[in-house]
């Protein structure tokens, strides 16, 4: 049976008001309009983002709204002016996009669409600022263009990325963000050296994924540095060599690492979003050659304060959006290095629920018990 140009009926789990549990619901999910797929989602995964939000901690409260940016599924069916994509392709939606026509798109140093970079208040498809689902008429609101807690979601073609058909989404799915981020913030913009020492601040998801780009980049020294030691234990499961708990010590961990390394680090990577681990992160790196990377996102009333010194010294501070991947054009690679056994995404993944216990993996995030728990959608 067909359904292509036509309203489809499935289960999506919904955020009625900040903090509360989700509610499995029966939405109707409009057909895309130009420039627009529509994916049938078999996995998705819970990242910390998703759970910011839903608390409400971040920019603008908007509500009734369908969570979810990590998955994978199949294309159902496109909209108009959509050429790249048919019905059946395997693909990960995505936060950020690529429209493949603006400056940053066409730019080999950027990854920052000007159409469709990430935008967490907007609630609705740019082409006719409409939301695609609704209840009994009611619209429920889309979340970072992509809305995966739903069987189905419409989401803008630039979003969408391609991938091998014998992928198992289970897996790659978790390539949709976290993951990636972290995995590019070492590979595509710290590029160390084989055989440099990498540390890594913060061992959450997208920092161990960090720790993984060192491994593979072939690092021989990967120093974790988080204020929990009980994730030590696990991080040398993504290549970390040891480890530094700021909080064991009366100087700043800067100066522990420069101690430990003979004058610091060739490379770090800011995994945290704290500003005293950004600050850190940049003046443990060594001078001459040293690079430090910020991933994580900021207070937005926070400051960063370093000597002028720290960068005459020619120390390098950069940032990175997304790992620097271009999501249709790069992602595709990245899942290609899993099918080839380069990259490890199994040790990633800590639970698996079946979609009508969406709530436990919310619990389990809160908890920290989980980097990522892959939802299946059919359960």
């Known amino acids: 049976m067909t359904t292509a140009g036509q309203v489809i009926r499935c289960r999506a789990a919904v955020a009625w008001e900040a903090g509360k549990p989700l509610v499995i619901e029966e939405v109707e999910v409009a057909p895309p309009q130009a420039n627009e797929v529509r994916l049938k989602i078999l996995y998705t995964s819970l990242c910390h983002t998703d759970v910011y939000f839903w608390e409400a901690k971040g920019q603008s409260p908007l509500f009734p709204r369908i969570y979810g940016h990590e998955a994978g599924g199949i294309v159902e069916s496109v909209g108009e002016g959509v050429t790249d994509l048919a019905p059946g392709d395997h693909v990960l939606p995505v936060f950020t996009g690529e429209c493949k026509e603006c400056d940053h798109c066409k730019s080999e140093e950027s990854n920052m669409c000007s159409l469709l970079r990430i935008n967490t208040d907007r609630g609705v498809m740019l082409n006719d600022g409409q939301s695609r689902f609704s209840i009994n008429g009611q619209p429920i609101y889309h979340f970072v263009g992509t809305s995966t807690f739903s069987e189905y979601t419409v989401v803008h073609v630039g979003c969408v990325a391609k991938i091998n058909p014998l992928a198992p989404l289970d897996k790659v799915c978790v390539l949709s963000c976290g993951i990636s981020t972290g995995l590019g913030a070492t590979l595509n913009v710290a590029k160390p050296p084989k055989g440099s020492t990498v ?130 054009s790069d992602l595709p690679s990245v899942v290609e290095k899993y099918m080839n056994k380069e990259l490890e995404l199994e040790k990633f993944i800590t639970h698996q629920l079946p979609f009508s216990e969406i709530n436990k993996a919310f619990e389990y995030m809160l908890k920290g018990e989980s980097l990522r728990c892959i939802i299946r959608m059919d359960g």
């Open 199 to 328: 540390a890594v601040f913060g061992l959450g998801a997208v920092g161990l994924a960090a720790a993984e780009g060192a491994r593979i980049a072939g690092a021989s020294r990967i120093i974790g540095v988080d204020v929990n030691p009980k994730r030590f234990e696990e991080a040398k499961n993504f290549g970390c060599t040891e480890f530094v708990n700021p909080m064991d010590y009366d100087k700043p961990v800067q100066e522990v690492i420069a101690e430990i390394t003979d004058g610091g680090v060739d490379r770090s990577i800011e995994c945290t979003g704290n500003i005293n681990a950004m600050i850190s992160a940049f003046e443990c790196v060594h001078d001459g050659w040293g690079v430090a990377v910020l991933v994580g996102v900021p207070h937005k009333d926070a400051v960063f304060k370093t000597h002028p010194m720290n960068v005459l010294n020619e120390r390098t501070l950069k940032g990175t959006f997304f790992g620097n991947y271009k999501p249709r």
